[in-house]
């Protein structure tokens, strides 16, 4: 496969890790990582590239939605290939206000197909030679009832700015890959979790509050049920993607770890007690709130295409990804204390 990768969102919390993961595995590939570093995206997420994989990453401050940029950046390192992982992405915030995902989400998704297109469909021919992977997510499907999963075939039912967002740019992908042959291929994942990831996501904003003793917002009655997946996990199954998935196509990827809100919130509040001794650390922080307009219901996902034809399948457990997530995070307090600082205290 191609090896000039340019790798859009690439200090936000999944695409550092993906970052990370590729240098690693791949000693063949330069990453030309691509960021315009939002209160989200922080070069210190990429602090910790081991100086023997330096020579084989660049880093360009930008905003995909920029397309001179994004041309100079294609004609400066004759990108290969793009694993585009920018986006704005908090549900609160696209409520609060939807344009700006529509600008980063939609537009920004299109400049990035139209200069690929550009670059790589010189004279209309069908290329087979690069790769486009648009990293989505299980939310543009809507709320599932209790039983059944998603999957590849089900149709778009986005309830909220941020998830229409996702869809629509989803769709536009498609569309290239149908019109112009662009060899486009989606992703679409259940909710992330590991290091990295910002203090206004469930998962560490449950760390960030119960380790400064405040207490922690649960929306409705805590009953909304999300499929978690390690962040390392969906990592590899993106790179599988890359390299032999299908244009075209969209590949769901699940952890198949169904959890209600509450008990997550619970069994991190146990495995922080467990970790610091901390006893103040308990289910007494735990303070219910209105629910936010248009929540989903549950959320699952069915993964057996990307298993059946790429043979990947979850590594990490449950219970050991919250375990190496708790104590990364407890590792790297000044990382999180300094997220603090651009974080809003209010309740979420």
């Known amino acids: ?11 936000g919390f999944i695409g550092s890790n993906f970052v990370y993961q590729c240098l690693k595995e791949h000693p063949d590939r ?31 401050k930008g905003d995909i939605c920029d397309g001179e940029t994004v041309e100079k950046v294609f004609q400066d390192f004759q990108v290969d290939g793009v694993i585009n992982f920018a986006a704005e992405s908090h549900v609160d915030r696209s409520i609060e206000d939807p344009t700006v995902f529509l600008k980063s989400n939609i537009h920004g998704t299109c400049v ?28 543009v499907y809507g709320s599932l009832g209790s039983y059944g999963y998603f999957t590849e075939t089900t149709a778009l039912d986005p309830h909220s700015p941020y998830s229409a967002s996702k869809a629509s740019a989803d769709l536009l992908a498609l569309s290239y890959h149908n019109t112009f042959g662009l060899p486009v291929v989606i992703t679409r994942c259940s909710n992330n979790y590991g290091p990295y990831q910002f203090p ?12 400064l003793h405040e207490t922690i917002p ?4 805590g009953n909304q049920i999300r499929d978690w997946l390690y962040v390392e996990d969906h990592c590899r199954a993106v790179d599988m ?17 169904e959890r209600e809100n509450i008990e997550l919130v619970r069994i991190l509040l146990a ?15 735990i303070r219910y709130i209105t629910d936010r307009p248009g929540h989903d219901r549950r959320y699952a996902i069915d993964s057996s295409k990307i298993q059946r034809e790429l043979g990947w399948t979850p590594k990490t457990g449950f219970q050991k990804g919250i375990q190496k997530t708790v104590r990364w995070y407890l590792d790297h307090r000044v990382w999180l204390d300094r997220a603090v600082l651009g974080t809003s205290r209010r309740d979420r």
Not at 1 to 11: K, P, Q, Y
Not at 41 to 54: D, F, T
Not at 114 to 139: C, M, P, Y
Not at 271 to 285: A, Q
Request: charged share 25%; proline share 3%; with cysteine.
């Open 1 to 11: 496969m191609t090896r000039n990768i340019l790798v859009t969102g690439c200090a």
């Open 30 to 60: 330069t990453i030309i990582g691509y960021d315009k570093l939002t209160y989200a995206g922080n070069l210190e997420n990429l602090s910790n590239i081991p100086e023997n994989h330096m020579d084989r990453f660049v880093f360009i």
């Open 112 to 139: 990035l197909l139209g200069v690929a297109r550009k670059f790589w469909l010189r004279k209309n021919n069908h290329d087979n030679t690069h790769r486009f992977v648009q990293i989505s997510t299980d939310e």
């Open 200 to 211: 206004e996501k469930l998962i560490p904003l449950v760390i960030m509050r119960a380790l």
């Open 218 to 221: 649960v929306y409705g009655g």
């Open 241 to 257: 993607v890359y390299e032999r998935g299908k244009p075209g196509q969209v590949y769901n990827i699940g952890g198949n770890n």
């Open 271 to 285: 495995v922080l007690r467990e970790e610091t001794g901390d006893k103040r650390i308990n289910e007494e922080l």
